[in-house]
């Protein structure tokens, strides 16, 4: 289940999803070797080394298409850097580097995107109540 809390926006209320926790890797790992033949430490050990990886694929200048999960590439940020030609745009001009996630979705036969694998379609939603 997905929890909310009402929340006023203006004149408006609205919901507001939020999560009560934060799983690790430990439990990702447990639960893929629930659902596979690899053992929780093998599991464990290929989840800790995904994070260089995918890093050093990226910057070698590619994005990275993870098969049931989503693709990963870098973007290079240069807010305020700007100059007046295109002659004196370099690499210097970046501040910022961040990954960007896009998760890998289903298209129907009008191109229309009818679900995205790590979105679940029957997420149940449970209001929260304020904290005493």
Known sequence: MAFYKKMKRG????PASFTVGTL???????????????SKADTYAVLMGLGE???NMMK???????DGLGTFYLVGGANG????????VSARQFTEVRVR???EYRRAQNRQVTGRTIVPSDIEWV???PEK
């Open 11 to 14: 004149r408006k209320w609205y």
């Open 24 to 38: 690790g890797t430990d439990e990702v790992a447990r639960r893929l070797s629930q659902m596979s033949t690899v």
């Open 53 to 55: 990886v995918l890093g």
């Open 60 to 66: 070698e200048g590619s994005s990275v298409k993870l």
């Open 81 to 88: 850097q700007g100059v007046d030609t295109p002659e004196e």
């Open 101 to 103: 996630f896009i998760p």
């Open 127 to 129: 209001e929260m109540g």
